[in-house]
């Protein structure tokens, strides 16, 4: 509840709404004594330190001759562009309280993603207040190579340019074979969306696959988990569909009858089996652990496979699902191998197992290279 004491100011709200800010907890006398460069969200928040950059402005302001390039500054990529983002827009846990703006997330944080519990639906919908980073990264977006920026403009977090023309952008077309004719569309928006108009509900592209739930009865916020709806999964397992969030007034029998009529086959994609296969699991459904081993042998997305190493941990002496997550332990995705530690831990608990010695080793590699703290400032 709010008014805990893990749910205080300090320990909750402050490092997202102030710049650089320092919880400086105090154990003995149970006290935070908390401190920040900036009280609000300020430039360095984003840019990390910028008294080079201003020392540097100053210098050169009014001068007749000015260097072309200001040697204090350094880009960011895209990637780290998304990491500096995802800490005040993921649902996470503090492991440093020293991240900098260019450093990877998961040398700082502890990612929440979807698992036993119902903090996310199955298919990742977000159904908690979990933010916009893990949905996002469980999205055919980000693994295409979407990064915020291309959406965003990173200053006021707007988007580029309104309605379902910001998903045009990438899902326009293709150019004609014959030149002067128009393009070839992937994706008619109308068409696809068999309803009438951009400016009613149900022709945008976002009420359809980034449904919006309301936090705090104050702060309207899009699924970006890019889901397609799927109201035979609202039957199976109890999971929303954005068809009937709109027609609240029809039943998901009625949903489903008119998205077979309209796609057909389409309907019956990988999604729709892997959110099948994690719903199973949270209820130890007697195929799950034959289950999460397919999954974790053709799952291409990282925040999917963690998942499915997550929920594997529940079978790890009935089944081969312990060999399979002991590779998953040399995973190329940082979440994928912390999950993969945690699910092992009866095994690695025990002195002289693989497991035991696979984490170990582990521990051994250096992951965070350098002093962050010497990076030098940068620029979005």
């Known amino acids: 509840h709010w008014t805990g004491r893990g749910m205080t100011w300090n320990s909750m709200c402050a490092s997202c709404h102030n710049t650089r800010l320092r919880k400086n907890y105090d154990p003995a006398t149970d006290a935070y004594h ?21 020392d540097w402005q100053r210098k050169y302001a009014g001068a007749a001759v000015k260097p072309p390039t200001d040697p204090t500054v350094t880009r960011l990529s895209r990637d780290q562009m998304l990491h500096t983002c995802a800490p005040c827009h993921a649902r996470r846990g503090e492991l440093t309280g020293d991240f900098k703006p260019g450093d990877h997330f998961f040398d700082h944080f502890t990612l929440t993603i979807p698992d036993e519990t119902d903090v996310f639906h199955p298919d990742g919908q977000v159904r908690d207040e979990d933010y916009e980073f893990t949905s996002f990264l469980s999205s055919r977006m980000h693994a295409a190579g979407v990064r915020c920026v291309d959406c965003h403009e990173p200053h ?3 988007p580029r340019v309104p309605g ?3 998903c045009l952008t990438c899902h326009a077309g293709t150019p ?6 128009p393009l070839v569309p992937k994706i008619d928006p109308l068409a696809h ?12 592209c976002v009420d359809c696959h980034m449904p919006l739930t309301t936090y705090m009865q104050r702060h309207p916020r899009l699924d970006h988990g890019f889901t397609i709806p799927d109201p035979l999964l609202t039957k199976q397992f109890g999971i929303p569909n954005a068809c009937n969030r709109c027609h609240q007034d029809k039943n998901a029998d009625w949903s489903l009858g008119h998205v077979e009529q309209w796609y057909g086959g389409k309907m019956n994609r990988p999604s729709r089996t892997r959110a099948q296969w994690v719903a199973m699991a949270r209820t130890n459904a007697p195929s799950s652990a034959a289950n999460l081993e397919r999954l974790l042998q053709v799952e291409t997305n990282s925040l999917w496979r963690a998942v499915g190493v997550g929920l594997a941990r529940r079978w790890l002496n009935e089944t081969n699902l312990a060999e399979t997550l002991l590779r998953h332990l040399t995973d190329a995705d940082p979440l994928v191998r912390a999950t993969a530690v945690q699910s092992l831990e009866p095994l690695a608990a025990q002195p002289g197992s693989r497991a035991n010695a696979a984490v170990q080793n582990l521990l051994r590699i250096q992951v965070r290279k350098g002093s962050p703290s010497k990076r030098p400032f940068s620029v979005m």
């Open 164 to 166: 379902n023309l910001l």
């Open 176 to 181: 004609p074979t014959v030149p002067g004719l």
């Open 156 to 158: 006021s977090s707007k």
């Open 34 to 54: 908390t401190r920040a460069a900036e009280v609000a969200v300020g430039c360095e928040s984003c840019h990390g330190p910028m008294r080079a950059h201003t």
């Open 193 to 204: 969306s068999h309803h009438r108009s951009e400016t009613e509900p149900g022709g945008r």
